[in-house]
């Protein structure tokens, strides 16, 4: 595809280029979502997001876990809203629990598992690790309410290759059996470990869609410097002004201070002049 600029002004041609270019890597974006081979909603039913996945209806369906929708009353923070129904809905269990993701060939491949605190509102409440092959810890005591707070989405995600019937990951590997690997979430101490969705994407860590950053609060008055009774502008908090503000004495015209000089100086001349003819 070739651009023909002939005749067009500079600012034209700029902008012809820029919508070219964003639309060559939508083109590449899409067509990279096109190696996703697993996308499963836990605890929910099918589902296509807005970057084109295709989620399937949780397989566990009523055979493992607890499917729940409680999150559905919450509007979900850093997620287009098309797709709040990811982070809606979840699985989890009394005990450990897992998927079993096929892998057919080799390569470089991108985990992702997308997380929700819909219930907590503080952190420590829910604590587990999350496993992949049985062998390889690629979350240790994961707070999703410590890390985003309550109802805002939190992805995780998870680089792994898989050569010759082996995965590798963090510079370990790992047999693979029967063409699949498994993904685990540990039972802990703290409730009960859960999924909201995950998918695999044969690729590379730039072909996976990020969530939108966190928005940085806001400072609360409380977090700002108390002004100190030796501050300039320090006003006790029982005053009350008695009246309008009074002008500062020291700010008034130079010229005005000069008056009484130049009064006296005034009266003086004559006195000294008839001095002179006595």
């Known amino acids: 595809m070739l651009l023909s600029c002939h005749g067009l002004s500079s600012s034209t041609t700029?902008?012809?280029f820029v919508n070219y270019f964003l639309f060559c890597c939508f083109i590449s974006y899409a067509n990279s979502m096109k190696n996703v081979i697993y996308?499963?909603?836990?605890?929910?039913?099918?589902?296509?997001d807005v970057h084109g996945v295709h989620y399937e209806r949780d397989p566990l369906h009523t055979r493992i876990g607890i499917s729940s929708d409680y999150g559905k009353r919450l509007s979900i923070g850093r997620v287009h809203p098309n797709d709040n129904i990811l982070y809606q809905t979840e699985r989890y269990h009394t005990n450990t629990f897992g998927y079993d993701i096929p892998i057919t060939s080799d390569g470089d491949y991108v985990l992702v598992l997308k997380f929700c605190e819909v219930y907590f509102a503080a952190p420590d409440q829910k604590v587990f690790d999350v496993m992949l092959n049985g062998?390889?810890?690629?979350?240790?005591?994961?707070?999703?309410?410590?890390?985003?707070?309550?109802?805002?989405?939190?992805?995780?995600?998870?680089?792994?290759?898989?050569?010759k019937g082996r995965l590798f990951y963090s510079g370990e590997d790992s047999e693979i059996r029967g063409n699949k690997i498994r993904v685990e979430f540990?039972?802990?101490?703290?409730?009960?470990?859960?999924?909201n969705a995950m998918f695999v994407i044969?690729?590379?860590m730039e072909h996976v869609p990020r969530l939108q950053t966190l928005a940085e609060p806001e400072p609360m008055q409380s977090d700002w410097p108390k002004k100190k009774e030796d501050d300039d502008d320090f006003v006790p908090k029982n005053r009350r002004p008695s009246g309008p503000k009074m002008p500062d004495p020291y700010t008034?015209?130079?010229?005005?201070?000069?008056?009484?000089?130049?009064i006296a100086l005034g009266a003086f001349v004559p006195f000294l002049f008839c001095l002179c003819k006595l």
């Open 186 to 195: 540990i039972k802990g101490f703290k409730d009960n470990p859960k999924i």
């Open 39 to 48: 996308a499963v909603n836990c605890g929910g039913d099918a589902h296509t």
């Open 14 to 16: 700029f902008h012809l």
């Open 202 to 204: 044969k690729g590379k």
């Open 252 to 262: 008034l015209d130079d010229s005005s201070a000069m008056l009484p000089i130049f």
């Open 135 to 163: 062998e390889h810890t690629i979350i240790s005591d994961l707070d999703i309410y410590d890390k985003v707070g309550r109802g805002v989405a939190h992805d995780e995600y998870i680089p792994f290759t898989i050569s």
